[in-house]
T-cell receptor, first 113, second 115 residues
């Protein structure tokens, strides 16, 4: 069965600092990978997705993620964090023929001024 | 604007009562989903539907029921059999029937609290 692990439950960074959120997946074939962001009490918004091709994908709000097959990882990065980036971030994995996306448990990001 | 509308946003229920959460989409998507979100547990799949008049159980279907009589609607009923129904419920949809690979579009969620 496919699974997603986000090892960091909570991360605090200073505004302007760089950010990396970790995501590891377990799946036999090449998965489809997603990062979503959720503000408190809201639904989820897609930041970026990887289906195939270039392993470095760009998303909205200045985020990027890199697919590393050898490490089964899809880490999310941002070079300079803004206070408005404070939210919860979810990594998700899917694949053709699967019934639905599988989500990680999320990483809550706090941004200090 | 196209999107997914969930209602109500907040709902309070007494123990032993059934409640129904509404989910409507105007994206013309084939597939629709219900997820439950609890703190620290991410999103867990309750039910999904890839086509009208068909739906399948997800990982935590016990105590829940759904219907899919129209393409745009996928209501979720939380029954009295659900032992711990207090949670945030998210409805989502995706294009096509290759559901497990597609990008999900989410509603704003419904928070259910059992008193």
């Amino acid at each position: 069965a496919q699974s997603v692990t986000q090892p960091d439950i909570h991360i605090t960074v200073s505004e302007g600092a760089s950010l990396e959120l970790r995501c590891n997946y377990s799946y036999g074939a090449t998965p489809y990978l997603f990062w979503y962001v959720q503000s408190p009490g809201q639904g989820l918004q897609l930041l970026l997705k990887y289906f195939s091709g270039d392993t470095l994908v760009q998303g909205i709000k200045g985020f990027e993620a890199e697919f590393k097959r050898s490490q089964s990882s899809f880490n999310l990065r941002k070079p300079s964090v803004h206070w408005s980036d404070a939210a919860e971030y979810f990594c998700a994995v899917g694949a053709t023929g699967r019934r639905a996306l599988t989500f990680g448990s999320g990483t809550r990001l706090q941004v200090q001024p | 604007d196209g999107g997914i509308t969930q209602s109500p946003k907040y709902l309070f229920r007494k123990e032993g009562q059934n409640v129904t959460l509404s989910c409507e989409q105007n994206l013309n998507h084939d597939a629709m989903y219900w997820y439950r979100q609890d703190p620290g547990q991410g999103l867990r799949l309750i039910y999904y539907s890839q086509i009208v008049n068909d739906f399948q159980k997800g990982d935590i279907a016990e105590g829940y029921s759904v219907s899919r009589e129209k393409k745009e609607s996928f209501p979720l009923t939380v029954t009295s059999a659900q032992k711990n129904p207090t949670a945030f419920y998210l409805c989502a949809s995706s294009m096509g029937q290759g559901a497990g690979a597609g990008e999900l579009f989410f509603g704003e969620g419904s928070r259910l609290t059992v008193l």
